[in-house]
């Protein structure tokens, strides 16, 4: 048997059939939602929640910022309604190369011809001349390059993508070849070239006017900071986030998308708050044979870090069909069973005929690979990892977690005020939920008093097997025991109530008490 999976040696196949235990909690593996043209208003955003997304993304590569905020406006309406938390994430642009044309009208182009980039984006774009957002490609390439011109988050399926090859550089313009024959439609189209350095900053100016505007405005959770390449890139940014208000809490996430960014990898993890494997084009930089190896070492140097790990483009085919393919269904699976915290869906919610059901049918398919990932092997081989360096608060967390093993509880409930001590008990992906109780702080600037913890609850939204709710702020995270008696009753009341704690079941609780954590396990009466 593959001691990965934690199957039984005797198991009928059968059995694969039966249908599976309803269960109070979603998949552990979280789900992020690129809400657009297909994904925007009150009533489907509503169903996405229902349906499972935690975190939604905001992709700034088009619509402007009163498209965005009109669509984050009804999140809102949708999250009140519903009284599901979901975080917000900002989807940089980044260095981004695109095709302009003006015109909108599509472009054919034959194999065997020729076709000039140019940066002159006065020109009109036809089939023998594409304008182009750069001034720099020329400098940049050499005879015998590979580019590749595809729709804005190309799902591999459509016919409008093309590869071309550097036929020869021509002052500031490049003359290719086309390698296949194809029509180009469609409002949007970016040029991704193989394994090149394109000079142009991470953090565009674009990206920061957006960031101090819409981002400020929305306090967004998160940033994902497209084609992040050196660690410089991520300490930039934190130090651009550093003096905008309240999104000194922003968390960073490094989006991982060409040869440049791999090869800083390590680096890169131990800047940022988390990492997103940008499968699209690393697909295109990287031989097809290295996508999976790449993916799997990546996803384990997020676990062994603790920090989250988030696959993209994994049911491209949802975006127009309502099932995914086998290898897409297996691909899903497989990004659980890898350790992958959360999975984001792009064009599928995004542009997708089907984005409620995308989301659904990915819940479903992580929810089915939990059930049989080897959460014993993955404790074993993360405390062994992490040896004599582990620090006095990840001592007790992974005890919380070994404690919850050994007397089969139903819930790790543990009370926080930054998140830190649930994200490192999720670092050992106990095979129990983890009820994060975030207990806001009082911090004031002289002016007023303001609470903290909203950031923190909706940041865990896209860590595999947290589960937050706000705590009343009339108790704090450190204080006398009747309050922390009382915070306890209030958690384990919202846990029967919604019926993921019954009766004679054991909960393990991992608080602070003055200086020191405390761990400890509750055995509850009727």
């Given at each position: ?115 000039v ?9 036809t ?6 957002n ?46 296949n ?13 193989s ?35 050196h ?129 659904s ?63 490192l ?12 109780v ?17 950031f923190?609850a ?64 509750l055995?509850?009466?009727?």
């Open positions: 048997m593959n001691p990965h999976l934690n199957l039984e040696e005797n198991m009928r196949l059968a059995s694969v059939l039966e249908p599976s235990k309803p269960s109070f909690f979603p998949a552990r593996t979280k789900i992020v939602g690129t809400l657009g043209p297909q994904s925007r208003t009150v009533e489907i955003i509503t169903n996405c929640l229902k349906a499972g997304m935690s975190v939604a993304q905001f992709d700034f590569s088009w619509g402007d910022t009163e498209y965005h905020q009109e669509t984050l406006d009804n999140l809102k309406a949708a999250v009140k309604s519903t009284k599901k938390l979901c975080g917000v994430m900002l989807d940089t642009v980044g260095p981004e190369l695109q095709v302009i044309n003006k015109t909108e009208r599509p472009i054919s182009l034959q194999e065997d011809s020729f076709v980039l140019t940066p002159d984006q006065d020109k009109e774009a089939s023998s001349l594409l304008p182009i750069f001034t720099g490609l020329s400098s940049a390439v050499k005879t015998g390059d590979t580019i590749f011109i595809g729709q804005y988050l190309f799902t591999g399926s459509e016919t409008t993508s093309v590869w071309l090859e550097v036929a020869e550089v021509n002052g500031e313009d490049v003359v290719c070849l086309v390698k024959s194809t029509t180009l439609s469609g409002p949007l189209y970016t040029l991704h070239v394994q090149i350095h394109i000079d142009l900053p991470t953090l565009t100016d674009k990206d920061k006017e957006v960031i101090s505007t819409w981002g400020v405005r929305n306090n967004i959770d998160i940033l994902s900071l497209s084609y992040t390449r660690a410089e890139d991520v300490r930039h940014a934190r130090e651009f986030l550093s003096k905008l208000g309240d999104l000194y809490q922003t968390q960073i996430f490094a989006k991982i998308e060409n040869v440049e960014g791999l090869t800083h990898f390590d680096e890169i993890l131990e800047e940022a708050d988390g990492i997103i494997l940008s499968r699209g084009n690393l697909g295109i930089d990287l031989p097809p044979e290295k996508v999976f190896m790449f993916q799997k070492t990546a996803v384990f140097k997020c676990n062994m870090a603790g920090k989250p790990a988030v696959v993209t483009r994994v049911v491209d085919s949802m975006t127009e069909n309502l099932r995914p393919t086998r290898a897409e269904a297996t691909d899903v699976a497989n990004a659980v069973l890898d350790g992958s915290d959360a999975i984001l869906l792009g064009a599928e919610t995004l542009r997708g005929l089907y984005p409620v059901e995308t989301i049918t990915v819940g479903k398919i992580c929810a089915e690979a939990e059930k049989v990932f080897n959460y014993d092997l993955y404790y074993k081989r993360t405390v062994k990892y992490a040896g004599d360096a582990m620090s006095h608060l990840e001592s007790i967390t992974s005890t919380a977690v070994r404690a919850a093993i050994k007397v089969k509880a139903s819930v790790i409930l543990c009370f926080t005020s930054t998140g830190g001590a649930a994200r008990i999720a670092k050992y992906k106990p095979i129990t939920p983890v009820i994060s975030v207990i806001p702080r009082l911090k004031t600037d002289q002016l007023r008093w303001t609470f903290t913890g909203a923190e909706r940041q865990s939204l896209i860590v595999r097997g947290v589960f937050p709710m706000l705590a009343d702020p009339r108790h704090q995270a450190e204080s006398t025991n009747a309050t922390n008696e009382s915070v306890l009753k209030v958690a384990l009341d919202h846990g029967k109530a919604a019926g993921f704690i019954k009766p004679h079941d054991r909960v393990v609780v991992c608080q602070k008490l003055g200086d020191s954590y405390v761990v400890k396990i055995e509850l009466e009727d």
